[in-house]
């Protein structure tokens, strides 16, 4: 079971980068899904999660209307699309899946990707 995560890079403040979380070994349909971050010297931090069905999502509140997570169950992939992107963004991202919410929300999931370096420079 793998979670593969891309899609980082380095950009500049006020600009954007789509994230993708693609999951293999294993079908995670119905399976919520979540994106969390750890910055340097810092706690990882939950930042957003979206339900199996695509149709729950929540953010952590400095994301909120500057994120957005979304799901293609087909491709078993989840996404971030991050927008109007800030120097505290600047964070190693990982995504995770699990079949209970409150362990995706809480952190607590079984499955993790690796991670990708998002940079924002100021």
């Known amino acids: 079971v793998q979670l593969q995560a891309s899609g980082g890079g380095l950009v500049q403040a006020g600009g954007s980068l789509r994230l993708s979380c693609a999951a293999s070994?294993?079908?995670?349909?119905?399976?919520?899904m979540g994106w969390f971050r750890q910055a340097p010297g810092k706690e990882r931090e939950f930042v957003a999660a979206i339900g199996g069905s695509g149709r729950s999502t929540y953010y952590q509140d400095s994301v909120k209307g500057r994120f957005t997570i979304s799901g293609n169950n087909a491709k078993n992939t989840v996404y971030l699309q991050m927008t109007g992107l800030r120097a505290e963004d600047t964070a190693v991202y990982y995504c995770?899946?699990?079949?209970?919410?409150?362990?995706?929300?809480?952190?607590?999931?079984?499955?993790w990707g690796q991670g990708t370096l998002v940079t924002v420079s100021s």
């Open positions: 070994g294993r079908t995670f349909d119905l399976y919520p």
């Open positions: 995770a899946a699990d079949r209970r919410w409150d362990r995706i929300v809480s952190g607590s999931a079984n499955y």
